[in-house]
């Protein structure tokens, strides 16, 4: 059930959109804001507020990788796996989070402090490796910085 507060911003969300069923994005964002994912129950209060069908809500949530259909930690990390990346060392970047985080790409941390994830570009081919924490986008990466930048995430 939405509450009050995710109801009004739902509202306010729509009032941009010609037909309700526009702000999909929005609203599914919006949720996940309050509540850190989208649960099967969160995705059916949201189609049944947009007057959609649960299935073409799913296809729209489960195609942006920014929307998270199961819990993540407090923070998000995606590691970019483009091949610029990959050419400038992800790969390396990523052993260096699985040896200080016990945690691979797609798991989280037993801490419930940090999930990681790939992602196909984050449009920084010119500083790669790159990768974004929540919504902080950093260029350059190597391993020897990963702990200074996860230092911020606590």
Request: glycine share 0%; proline share 4%.
């Given at each position: 059930m939405l509450s009050d507060t995710e109801h009004r911003e739902l509202e306010e969300a729509i009032?941009?959109?010609p037909d309700k069923r526009g702000?999909?994005?929005d609203a599914l964002l919006t949720i996940q804001r309050h509540r850190g994912?989208?649960?099967?129950d969160s995705l059916l209060d949201i189609a049944q507020f947009l007057e959609i069908t649960a299935e073409d809500?799913?296809?729209i949530a489960t195609f942006y990788n920014l929307v998270f259909?199961?819990?993540v930690g407090r923070h998000v990390a995606f590691v970019c796996d483009s091949i610029s990346c990959w050419i400038k060392g992800c790969d390396q970047v990523q052993e260096q989070i699985k040896d200080l985080y016990d945690v691979d790409l797609g798991?989280?941390?037993a801490d419930g402090r940090l999930?990681?994830?790939p992602?196909?570009?984050l449009g920084h081919c010119e500083r790669a490796p790159a990768m974004m924490i929540d919504h902080d986008v950093y260029g350059e990466v190597t391993p020897d910085k990963i702990d200074v930048l996860m230092d911020k995430y606590k």
């Open positions: 009032k941009h959109y702000a999909a994005i994912w989208i649960s099967d809500l799913d296809s259909r199961k819990p798991q989280t941390t999930t990681v994830l992602i196909a570009c």
